[in-house]
């Protein structure tokens, strides 16, 4: 075991990974990043959950051993100085080879510190000018969240999409959206360089695109630069197709901007076919075979690739989103489709997120720490108990991740439900809505894991 200095793993069983496979005993060690803000609310809603589903899918033969790791705030506080992901924690995550996290502050102004107990943002690094707190401020820093992606390589943000009845929807076909996103994770703009307007290498990328093919930029202009390789691509669209084989889904689409930038985007979407064909050949077909062969009737057993431009994608998620199961993405689109989609069936409430590597798989709330609620039990815990799901699932718990979905599916219709979802279906006019707190909502999902299920859609 390697050794930590402030991370203290717990007895239990350490999962192993061989060849893509997990060995998962009865005791696993799962890492615990609680998060900044509601992180405090939400992670032992969730905790509470998934304890109750997996003593009563096992009949206590199993149980989760939780391994606190500290990143953010609770970083600054154990281990002083300035550093809000310390190596320790990489090293941890990596070791243990599933953890789950809340949500992260992620600075987005220009000041030089940020105050991780408010998310206020100022010029100094003393007391916070807002909450007046002292062991929160951090220089200012780029994101959590990408920095254990990235330092990770954990290449695939699996967002699965999916309707619960019951929920408050502003679409009228959101009974019909059941898909799931793979966003890739390092590259695009997270792998970016962005150079301010007048700098010098701004200037000189201006020059040398003008020395090289005569296009002039405007003198005046910030310039962006978002690398994609075939190997991110390739590995991102591969994982997709995996993961539609495996749950048996009918079509994985390519969603790019090939039409303008031909050789990121475009090239993207080019690789996305390479690496279907030649390693799922005999079970993935595109639509012009589909056409051409079998006059648009899908043959058995296989799965249909196709692409869409990425701009299109946004109407037909809304018009007609039973057409899509699996869809692959560059990381900028995918970042916009997720949020776009979730909204379909009721918001990041409801909206659970995994980072996939080949060994490691991190799971996350999706939404922000919303740090005027912290401490309140207030907030909706939904998106973290559904990443526990898709926790337990890649743990092959499945019974375990079934009862939370039952439950909390039996919550929603129940109208036993977090003051968001309360005030819109009060909106609607629905009657016998009761307003929960967050780890009443926890509770209420607990209690209706017996009942009959509810379709999660």
Avoid at 346 to 369: R, S
Avoid at 391 to 411: I, S, Y
Wanted: charged share 25%; hydrophobic share 40%.
């Amino acid at each position: 075991m390697p050794e930590f200095k402030h991370i203290n793993i717990p007895a239990g069983d350490l999962i192993e990974s061989k060849l893509g496979k997990l060995t998962v005993g009865d005791r696993p060690i799962i890492g615990l990043l609680r998060g900044d803000g509601i992180g405090l609310d939400i992670t032992p809603a969730m905790q509470h959950v998934v304890k109750s589903a997996v003593a009563k899918a096992y009949d206590g033969r199993k149980e989760i051993q939780w391994c606190p790791i500290y990143v953010g705030l609770e970083a600054l506080q154990i281990y002083g100085g300035e550093d809000v992901l310390p190596q320790e924690a990489i090293d941890a995550i990596q070791y243990l080879k599933i953890a789950i996290k809340g949500p992260f502050t992620t600075p987005v102004g220009e000041e030089t510190h940020v105050c991780l107990h408010c998310a206020h943002q100022q010029n100094h690094g003393e007391r916070c000018d807002a909450c007046d707190k002292t062991d929160g401020i951090a220089p200012r820093f780029r994101s959590i969240n990408v920095g254990l992606r990235q330092r990770m390589d954990l290449y695939a943000c699996v967002r699965p999409v999916n309707y619960f009845e019951g929920v408050p929807c502003p679409n009228k076909s959101a009974d019909k959206v059941k898909f799931v996103i793979f966003r890739e994770n390092t590259e695009d703009v997270y792998a970016g360089h962005d150079f301010e307007r007048g700098s010098k290498v701004a200037l000189a990328i201006i020059d040398l695109i003008k020395e090289m093919t005569g296009r002039q930029i405007r003198l005046d202009s910030g310039i962006g630069i978002k690398p994609m390789s075939e190997t991110g691509s390739k590995r991102l669209v591969r994982k997709a197709c995996e993961w539609a084989i495996k749950q048996k889904l009918p079509s994985v689409t390519l969603v790019h901007k090939g039409n303008i930038m031909k050789f990121t985007e475009g090239s993207f979407c080019k690789w996305g076919y390479e690496v279907a064909a030649a390693e799922f050949g005999d079970t993935f077909i595109t639509e012009k075979t589909l056409w051409e062969k079998w006059d648009g009737q899908m043959p058995q057993g296989k799965i249909l690739i196709k692409d869409r431009i990425a701009d299109s994608i946004f109407q037909q998620i809304q018009t007609r989103p039973e057409e899509y199961s699996v869809m692959a993405l560059p990381n900028l689109n995918g970042d916009y489709l997720s949020d776009a989609a979730i909204a379909l069936v009721g918001g990041l409430g409801l909206g659970p997120g995994a980072n996939i590597g080949h060994e490691v798989a991190l799971f996350e709330a999706t939404h922000g720490t919303a740090p005027k609620y912290t401490g309140q039990d207030k907030v909706n815990p939904g998106s973290l108990i559904l990443s526990a799901v898709m926790m337990l699932e890649h743990m092959g718990w499945n019974e375990a991740a079934k009862l939370v979905v039952k439950g909390l599916g039996n919550a929603i219709k129940d109208a036993h439900v977090t003051y968001d979802l309360a005030r819109l279906m009060k909106k609607e006019d629905r009657e016998n809505v009761t307003e929960v707190s967050c780890s009443g909502f926890g509770q209420a999902i607990v209690d209706r894991m017996s009942e009959e299920p509810v379709s999660a859609n």
